[in-house]
């Protein structure tokens, strides 16, 4: 699986915009890029996803480089609901059997306060 | 409605004992799994079961077995409890036909405490 690589940690304060940052040198033509985060004592949830083209949606935006080799996760008006965990992972969907499951990094835990 | 449901919440048992977790989703996905989040909080993929067949199985010992009795469910069976086994313990589905395209749905966990 191509790997990606996020910063550990970012703070934000309340009600200001957040860029989360993902790298990913390796990603193929196929691979999706995914964003999933989990809140405090939670199952990891879907925030987003996207092939080639920024995409929005009622809880973020997904702004990916021209290459592909990057991607920002942006939440517009971060809420103290907003702290968690939040990681960036690749998908093919071409991909069956053993290399269909969800690999997870560290991801960079938000904190946002007031 | 509850999408992926697990049960129990929390489990504490003593070291040696045999448990079981449960795990029902009512999505109509093909594909179940279950993952583990250790103490560290690192995420890993355990078994992942499409339309009752064991399609993954990492490096698990083989005291961790599941049980897929049809598409909607995948139970988790432990024997013979370790310190180390306690974690929490994930449930997810997805629809396999579309690689997982449409996002993966997890539980909301189980935390299992070996004494």
């Known amino acids: 699986d191509a790997k990606t690589t996020q910063p550990n940690s970012m703070e934000s304060n309340e009600e200001e915009p957040v860029h989360l940052p993902c790298n990913h040198s390796t990603i193929s033509g196929t691979d999706y890029i995914h964003w999933y985060r989990q809140l405090p004592s939670q199952g990891p949830e879907y925030v987003i996803h996207?092939?080639?083209s920024n995409v929005n949606n009622r809880m973020a935006s997904l702004a990916i480089a021209e290459d592909r080799k990057s991607s920002t996760l942006i939440l517009h008006r971060a809420t103290l609901r907003d702290a968690a965990v939040y990681y960036c992972?690749?998908?093919?969907?071409?991909?069956?059997?053993?290399?269909?499951?969800?690999?997870f990094g560290t991801g960079t835990r938000l904190q946002v306060t007031l | 409605d509850t999408a992926v449901s697990q049960t129990p919440k929390y489990l504490v048992t003593q070291m040696g004992n045999d448990k079981s977790i449960k795990c029902e989703q009512n999505?109509?996905?093909?594909?179940m799994y279950w993952y583990k989040q250790d103490s560290k909080k690192f995420l890993k993929i355990m078994f992942s079961y499409n339309n009752k067949e064991l399609i993954i199985n990492e490096t698990v010992p083989n005291r961790f077995s599941p049980k897929s009795p049809d598409k909607a469910h995948l139970n988790l069976h432990i024997n013979s409890l370790e310190l180390g086994d306690s974690a929490v313990y994930f449930c997810?589905?997805?629809?396999?036909?579309?690689?997982?395209?449409?996002?993966?749905?997890f539980g909301s966990g189980t935390r299992l405490t070996v004494v």
């Open positions: 997810a589905s997805s629809q396999a036909q579309s690689g997982g395209i449409r996002g993966y749905t």
């Open positions: 996207g092939l080639t």
């Open positions: 992972i690749l998908s093919n969907p071409l991909n069956t059997g053993t290399a269909s499951k969800l690999t």
């Open positions: 999505l109509g996905h093909d594909t």
